[in-house]
């Protein structure tokens, strides 16, 4: 007999994870997506897996680092994101980051081509028809207004939601390297392309204290009436947010000048603004850490009193979006399904999981087990000491219902280590054992879940 379908509404990273995780336990699916029948405040393209905001999915250290952790999790379990983002990688010292075309095409025809997924085009408006008995919702922080609003009835819970925003992009031939220079942090990366992954704008103390007062006096987006209560996710800040909060703020936060030696100047700047390679190409640059929501015209004059960026054109320029997300512990199960209706499973954002990275692993976790289901075989979930269990357990029931925010996937939602084993660690080697009880435990539970399968 033909197996029925899971349904997967959303083909951003959560959904398109999803749909290839299904496939890859022989379970058909039929993967919605409303781009480009209907598109959203961020999307460009139609594409699968489209980056809107930064094209980084951070740290790829998986001895020292959670978010590599979690790369090094997903790709154990095939991911597609971390497949494609090996073939599409741009030099970003110890970070992994993409050309956000090439990456987005490239998901986009491994999906499109699976035998076992089929793709259809068009929004699904409010809650799925009722023969669809299972369903991944994964619909991101831009989930439709028909879509939230229908879940909003069924959960009798309104939605939370907070700000995110857009940092601008400037093109390469436009930026003065008279002034900036490449050089990652510290030097960091295998490579002299990984060493050189960074364009720097170093500034003055003067010139530093005049970007800030012409950053707080910039004119900025005005907020509806109904928006004006919804906070920013902290992980995410406009800049103009950040400097609100004290003239040096930004010098110790995206701005700061540590592990750079300016060629151009023996003389050390007082903050640094840093560029990020944005397409393989390197005709684009992204600048980190410059979220904003400052109006076009504003934003353009205040970039360009940036050392370095006086000439610069814009490839696209910053700009901010409202986001919604579930109350996930008080509305999801274990198994990330809806509690008001189990054959609703919800992965990536909309379960206030934060960042490409982690909303892509919940969706890898939400098609496991949606196929397991289907194919009538229990699945366990993840040890709370991996990274994809912590943020499972996080979202799921171990964060606070009253007070949930967005996460981003991080040490301190793991079980603390056992200190009577080996005593007190510094730092870095905390980071270690805290990489290395996860790798093993992940491994076992692994191999446990492909003998069930």
Known sequence: MATEPIHIIGGGMAGSEAAWACAALGVPVVLHEMRPVRGTEAHQTGGFAELVCSNSFRSDDDETNAVGLLHWEMRRLGSIMMECAAGAAVPAGGALAVDRDVFSQAVTAKLEAHPLITVERGEVAGLPPADWSSVIVATGPLTSPALAGAIRE???????????????????????LSKAWFQSRYDKGETEEERTAYLNCPLSREQ??????????????EFKDWERDTPYFEGCLPIEVMAERGRETLRFGPLKPVGLTNPHSPEKPYAVVQLRRDNALGTLYNLVGFQTKMKYGAQAEVLRSIPGLEGAEFARLGGIHRNTFLNSPKLLDGAMRLKADPRLRFAGQVTGVEGYVESGAMGILAGRFAAMERLGRALPPPPGDTALGALLAHITGGAEAETFQPMNVNFGLMPPLDQARGGRRGKQDRKRAYCARAKASFETWLAETRAAA
């Open 208 to 221: 530093y204290e005049a970007f800030i007062d012409a950053l707080l006096a910039a004119e900025k987006t």
């Open 154 to 176: 069924l959960t009798g819970e309104a939605s939370l939601a907070f700000f995110d925003a857009i940092a601008p992009i400037v093109h390469f031939d436009t930026v003065d």
